[in-house]
């Protein structure tokens, strides 16, 4: 660590590898609101908050985990999931009255195609205005989750010792990862109808 009469410790969260604050100033700055999207070892979480000189307001959230009610089985971390977490993040937020948002990855590296911006692809396609790049999105097969069926059924087919390893999870809660892409488009259908229908009844 650097020392000496003009070393100046960072703030906590900094130190901590949670805030940058240069970032968060020019967002903070902007007065809009901000499409955090952070990844766990276990989840993604995809929030709309709003800078308010109390603190942060949470105007919606959505967590991958939350997927399963509306018929998500596969993994909860992939890039479908981000997607789709994303995507039922977006719902909530123009379901709350907030259309529009500004990228907000936090420390995270920004990957061309990772699973942060298929999150920021998913809030975009429910409907919320964020500005980004396209260059930045995943392929559509990758969203799908194509390249996840397309893998497991190799390694089923071919290593089936290995696709234990690696899949023997879900393959023990008799989830069919060869379906993921279909999966894919009725969890997005449901997300959609149920949102869709209660703008109807409004």
Same mark, same amino acid.
């Given at each position: 660590m650097a020392h000496g009469p003009r070393y100046k410790v960072p703030f906590r969260r900094r130190r901590?590898?949670?805030?940058?604050?240069?970032?968060?100033r020019r967002m903070v700055g902007s007065g809009r609101p901000r499409?955090?999207?952070?990844?766990?070892s276990t989840r993604i979480i995809v929030q709309i908050m709003e800078a308010l000189p109390e603190g942060d307001r949470c105007? &919606?959230? &959505?967590?991958s985990r939350q997927l399963s009610q509306f018929g998500w089985r596969? @993994?909860?971390?992939n890039l479908p999931a981000a997607y =789709?977490?994303?995507?039922? &993040? @977006?719902?909530?937020? =123009?379901k709350s009255g907030t259309n529009a948002a500004i990228v907000d990855i936090g420390l995270i590296q920004p990957i061309p195609g990772s699973r942060v911006f298929s999150a920021v692809k998913g809030a975009i396609d429910a409907g919320l205005s964020v500005p980004c790049s396209d260059k930045m999105f995943p392929k559509e097969k990758r969203l799908k989750g194509e390249h996840i069926a397309g893998y497991a059924k190799d390694l089923s087919d071919?290593?089936?010792?290995?696709?234990q390893r690696q899949f023997g999870k879900v393959s023990k809660d008799r989830v069919d990862l060869t379906q993921v892409p279909s999966m894919y488009d009725s969890?997005?259908?449901?997300?959609?109808?149920?949102?869709t229908s209660g703008r109807k009844t409004q």
């Amino acid at each position: 660590m650097a020392h000496g009469p003009r070393y100046k410790v960072p703030f906590r969260r900094r130190r901590e590898s949670k805030t940058d604050y240069h970032a968060r100033r020019r967002m903070v700055g902007s007065g809009r609101p901000r499409l955090v999207v952070r990844k766990t070892s276990t989840r993604i979480i995809v929030q709309i908050m709003e800078a308010l000189p109390e603190g942060d307001r949470c105007i &919606a959230v &959505a967590d991958s985990r939350q997927l399963s009610q509306f018929g998500w089985r596969a @993994g909860v971390k992939n890039l479908p999931a981000a997607y =789709l977490t994303g995507f039922l &993040a @977006g719902h909530r937020a =123009l379901k709350s009255g907030t259309n529009a948002a500004i990228v907000d990855i936090g420390l995270i590296q920004p990957i061309p195609g990772s699973r942060v911006f298929s999150a920021v692809k998913g809030a975009i396609d429910a409907g919320l205005s964020v500005p980004c790049s396209d260059k930045m999105f995943p392929k559509e097969k990758r969203l799908k989750g194509e390249h996840i069926a397309g893998y497991a059924k190799d390694l089923s087919d071919n290593q089936p010792s290995a696709f234990q390893r690696q899949f023997g999870k879900v393959s023990k809660d008799r989830v069919d990862l060869t379906q993921v892409p279909s999966m894919y488009d009725s969890t997005k259908k449901k997300i959609s109808t149920k949102f869709t229908s209660g703008r109807k009844t409004q």
